[in-house]
């Protein structure tokens, strides 16, 4: 509600309050006889009146005693919004809130379920863990009190690790490792015991939004482990040793409009070699990162699942010049990733044996580049089209292949093309050449070009004489990448050849 909406209320109640005050006092001038108790009583009735008109447009206050346990009634009446100073949290920092921020979250598992999710996740209807707007200190990683509920949003402050934190823990902690424990040590309700049943998943629905996490050098700051459709949407994560954001298993976690960063700065850090972490792991399927920026860690994105799908994401977090990566997609064999998009800056992109990649529509600054990495030689329906390529003019390739642990032997269906180039080498598995002269013999070498080594598969070529006649002429080599076109007799001819290092299907 704007400031001028507020105001009109307020003066609305005023008026209101005033005008039950005037029948009072006008009654009592015209000599209609009151008791004092009759006199108080009417106040009393003008203050609660008040009261009643301004509790319509604010938010019902929150105490751990009414959400223990609440009632049908109590749920019907009171908005499931747990705000966790009303736990005995410090929004100042100073002091430890992990406990209270700890109680606000059982709270809010212990209100009414609303049916079910998927199958053994309990809808938990909705509630809100409220921040406030607060900066808190925590020394122990956050957890639920037990798996199995869905349907629940934490939002709205800041969280800092303590001095003490643990180094391999996260802020933020979707998992059930330790849930059991703790469950017992609450002295859980039959509804959590309900929650902590046996299912395929943790949670489900699970939003975390409008948050600073400052992981403080000790550890990471939100662990997904085999959740279901999570968001984690508007958050700002920094100061992580280990992961800004790790997935592991489970389905469908959006990662959106959020910004990553072990340190906090925005590019040339004379710091940036000792860069380390990763902003983002996602070791499972389905997930998305969409309109984020990762600004620095050793490593932007690290993939290990399938399907998977980066749009809108700019990484200039470690150069590839200092040893950095953008994205490592790291599942030899089973890629099926799509990055679109992206604006890679001075850091690049790694694939080990790709196998269904796509690359499109994205920019690389900086002698960024693509690292096609050979672990058992398979490359396999790779699309790398209609990208940006901008460098220093050093001949960079813009596409490059790392045959260290063996060559790529099984190629096939991979499509290098229609990239624009500046100050880098281009690379493709398309490529057109022309050759000129008098003789019986034209060669053209691709090798400047081609991405793979003796790796033509399809040739197309054109011979255009002057001389009158029709000469015999063919194909007669295009091993090693180089093509040579021979004719019967010698004639001036220009020969017009376009290559292909993937078998067109006809």
């Known amino acids: 509600m704007g400031k001028t909406k507020m105001k009109k209320k307020g003066l609305m109640i005023w008026c209101m309050a005033m ?30 009146f ?13 105490s751990s005693s009414s959400l223990v346990s609440p009632s049908p009634s109590q749920e019907a009446s009171h908005p499931r919004v747990y705000h966790v100073t009303s736990y005995g949290a410090d929004p100042t920092g100073k002091t430890d809130s992990t406990d209270a921020l700890l109680e606000a979250m059982s709270a809010a598992f212990q209100g009414q379920t609303q049916g079910f999710l998927m199958e053994g996740i309990a809808n938990l209807g909705g509630p809100r863990i409220d921040l406030q707007g607060g900066h808190y200190l925590i020394s122990r990683p956050l957890r639920f009190p037990a798996a199995g509920a869905g349907n629940l949003m934490i939002h709205g402050g800041t969280l800092k690790a303590s001095d003490d934190f643990p180094p391999d823990g996260y802020l933020i902690d979707l998992s059930s490792s ?10 859980e309700t039959s509804v959590n015991a309900e929650l902590a049943s046996s299912t395929s998943y943790n949670y ?56 990553l960063g072990q340190h906090i700065t925005a590019g040339g850090d004379p710091g940036e ?89 994205s920019f690389f600054l900086g002698d960024a580049y693509i690292v096609l990495k050979s672990v ?32 790529f032997k099984d190629i096939d269906q991979v499509f290098v093309d229609r990239n624009n180039v500046k100050g880098m080498k281009l690379k493709a598995t398309v490529a057109k050449g ?60 220009s020969v017009f050849i376009t290559v292909n290092q993937v078998l067109v299907q006809s």
């Open 434 to 493: 022309t050759a000129q002269g008098n003789g019986t013999s034209w060669t053209v070498d691709f090798n400047g070009v081609l991405l793979f080594p003796n790796q033509i598969r399809h040739v197309q070529y054109t011979l255009s004489t002057s001389s009158g006649g029709f000469p015999n002429h063919v194909l007669r080599n295009s091993s090693d990448n180089r093509v040579v076109i021979e004719s019967n007799v010698a004639i001036p001819a």
């Open 50 to 62: 008040e009261a009643s008109l301004v509790q319509r447009d604010s938010v019902v206050p929150v």
């Open 273 to 361: 070699r000792n860069f380390s972490g990763t902003a983002i792991t996602l070791d499972g399927n389905d997930n998305a990162v969409t309109d984020v920026v990762i600004f620095s860690a050793a490593t932007g994105v690290m993939i290990s699942g399938q399907a998977n799908v980066l749009s809108g994401v700019h990484l200039y977090n470690k150069a590839t010049g200092f040893g950095g990566t953008g994205i490592y997609l790291k599942l030899p064999g089973l890629a099926q990733t799509r990055i679109v998009n992206c604006y890679l800056d001075y850091t690049g992109i790694v694939a080990e044996d790709p196998v269904q990649l796509l690359v499109s529509n």
């Open 178 to 187: 330790s849930s059991s424990s703790e469950a017992q040590q609450s002295n």
């Open 204 to 259: 489900e629905y699970i939003t975390i939004k409008d948050i600073l996490l400052d992981s403080n050098y000790r550890g990471g700051a939100i662990s997904v482990i085999n959740s279901l459709r999570t968001s984690i949407d508007n958050c700002y994560i920094t100061h992580f040793t280990t992961n800004g954001i790790q997935v592991r298993q489970g389905h469908e976690t959006y990662i959106r409009n959020s910004f």
């Open 376 to 407: 058992n030689g398979v490359a396999n329906g790779v699309n790398i089209v209609d990208n940006m390529f901008s460098g220093s003019g050093h001949g960079v390739e813009i596409v490059q292949l790392d045959q260290s642990k063996g060559n």
């Open 19 to 48: 005008g039950l005050l005037a029948s009072f006092v006008t009654a009592h001038v015209h000599g209609e006889k009151q008791s004092p108790m009759a006199a108080a009583a009417h106040f009393r009735k003008i203050k609660v």
